[in-house]
């Protein structure tokens, strides 16, 4: 299914059930190499697939199930997975499998037992190409990732290593791709190949060139490959005259009504959602503290009161009695500080209706002015944190301890003679009650 142009191969397009491969047509004689590797995986959907691998094979594999190319290859696979098989939410994700030709590629679990190494990088739907630099040297093999964030092309970042690796002497370098039920654009704009050598050492003399024959050849099969392409994409504008634009967007007509899809603007809404959504957990949680930190203050006023009350009153002459002036002051403070508490309460709330209604198209302008508020919400807290530990230290003498007054004793209303009558008359009233329902149920079942 691979579509070449003057510019760049498209591996597979975007429609379902997808395979397609580029394979080198002579095997490559170098004993270390190093390929640099261009490419764009596009799509509309939220998630992709299937993916798209680089090979380097003892035998061309030609079509298959991994990733477009044929299994139980001798070799090495660099796939870039963007399906989550497993479901272990670790895709999109870069991974090199070897095989000496015998095993079978495990899809379920996204090769998972048989991963020499791998890394977990987004490469989809990036705003320039993604570039992969793989080299083999001295039987190690080195992965670097170009996440097409920059249009530096030697922005690269280590992605994964496998050392102590044997490879076939030669083999067939290619590129795969497939798609699923969901599908990708695997456009291909580069693929070079560098010999590796010693330092110090003579590279071996390069092969002739092509011939004029053969290169004519290639050249008219790729004429005429155009010739039909441009046809059918007429044909297709005839069946199709209200689709228009440039032949890349031609695939786009089937999935013009499939929920799974998104644009930009979409995308940018739902992370502006995610994100507000998260502040508005972040302060659910925070109003309820503060309803607990006000029950607390409230139980702790009442105590302190309490106490100072009956020490004034039961020690009036002696010289440690709590002056007025004191006892005022510590109410004062615990006023002050409920006053605070009730504050930053209805502060809270008013933020909660502030992202609540946040929460629609065009809102993204108040993310900010609610991140702040939220902001200041937590530093009004710390203080009053601050306020409730100091404040026995503060209102109280240092040599007395804070201690919560004494329950009054709970004087014994109940005698068992009372008990064991009370529980008589549960049991007759249960089983009446039981007896009352099977008579109910026999009757209704009468009906039936």
């Given at each position: 299914d691979a579509i070449p142009s003057a510019d760049q191969i498209r591996i597979t397009t975007s429609l379902k059930s997808q395979k397609g491969s580029v394979w080198t047509k002579n095997k490559s004689i170098f004993e270390y190499w190093e390929v640099e590797v261009t490419f764009r995986v596009t799509g509309r959907g939220r998630i992709g697939a299937?993916?798209?691998?680089?090979?380097?094979?003892?035998?061309?594999?030609?079509?298959?199930?991994?990733?477009?190319?044929?299994?139980?290859?001798?070799?090495?696979?660099?796939?870039?997975?963007?399906?989550?098989?497993?479901?272990?939410?670790?895709?999109?994700?870069?991974?090199?499998?070897?095989?000496?030709?015998?095993?079978?590629?495990?899809?379920?679990?996204?090769?998972?037992?048989?991963?020499?190494?791998?890394c977990q990088r987004d490469f989809r739907n990036k705003p320039y190409p993604v570039r992969a630099k793989i080299t083999y040297y001295q039987k190690t093999l080195t992965v670097l990732i170009n996440n097409g964030f920059t249009p530096d092309k030697e922005d690269y970042e280590f992605c994964a290593k496998v050392e102590e690796m044997v490879l076939p002497s030669q083999g067939y370098f290619g590129i795969s791709a497939a798609t699923g039920g969901l599908a990708d654009d695997h456009d291909v704009l580069s693929f070079l190949t560098f010999q590796l050598t010693e330092p110090g050492k003579e590279a071996p003399t390069p092969g002739a060139e092509i011939p004029q024959k053969d290169k004519e050849k290639y050249q008219e099969e790729f004429e005429h490959f155009q010739q039909e392409l441009d046809k059918k994409?007429?044909?297709?504008?005839?069946?199709?005259?209200?689709?228009?634009?440039?032949?890349?967007?031609?695939?786009?007509?089937?999935?013009?009504?499939?929920?799974?899809?998104?644009?930009?603007?979409?995308?940018?809404?739902?992370?502006?959602?995610?994100?507000?959504n998260r502040i508005h957990l972040e302060i659910k949680q925070l109003n309820r503290q503060l309803d607990m930190i006000l029950d607390e203050q409230r139980r702790y006023v009442s105590a302190v009161t309490d106490e100072i009350a009956k020490r004034g009153a039961g020690l009036p002459g002696q010289q440690g009695q709590v002056p007025q002036q004191?006892?005022?002051?510590?109410?004062?403070?615990?006023?002050?500080?409920?006053?605070?508490?009730?504050?930053?309460?209805?502060?809270?709330?008013?933020?909660?209706?502030?992202?609540?209604?946040?929460?629609?198209?065009?809102?993204?302008a108040g993310a900010y002015e609610t991140t702040q508020h939220f902001n200041d919400i937590k530093e009004h807290l710390h203080v009053v944190k601050r306020d409730i530990e100091h404040l026995v230290q503060r209102n109280m003498p240092p040599s007395e301890k804070t201690k919560c007054p004494d329950l009054p004793p709970f004087p014994s209303c109940l005698s068992t003679v009372h008990f064991v009558i009370f529980v008589a008359v549960q049991t007759v009233l249960f089983i009446g009650y039981i007896m009352y329902k099977s008579q109910q149920e026999a009757a209704a079942k009468k009906f039936f």
């Open positions: 299937d993916g798209l691998a680089i090979w380097f094979t003892e035998e061309q594999g030609l079509e298959g199930p991994v990733f477009g190319a044929a299994d139980k290859w001798n070799g090495v696979g660099i796939f870039f997975d963007s399906f989550d098989n497993d479901g272990k939410k670790n895709n999109p994700a870069v991974l090199v499998v070897g095989n000496n030709g015998e095993l079978l590629y495990d899809h379920q679990n996204d090769g998972s037992t048989q991963t020499l190494a791998s994409k007429e044909e297709f504008q005839k069946e199709h005259p209200d689709v228009q634009g440039q032949p890349g967007k031609l695939f786009w007509w089937s999935f013009s009504s499939d929920d799974l899809f998104e644009t930009v603007s979409d995308r940018e809404l739902r992370q502006i959602f995610e994100g507000q004191e006892i005022e002051t510590v109410v004062k403070t615990q006023e002050e500080v409920l006053r605070q508490v009730n504050e930053i309460r209805n502060s809270v709330a008013d933020t909660l209706k502030l992202v609540g209604g946040a929460q629609h198209p065009g809102s993204a």
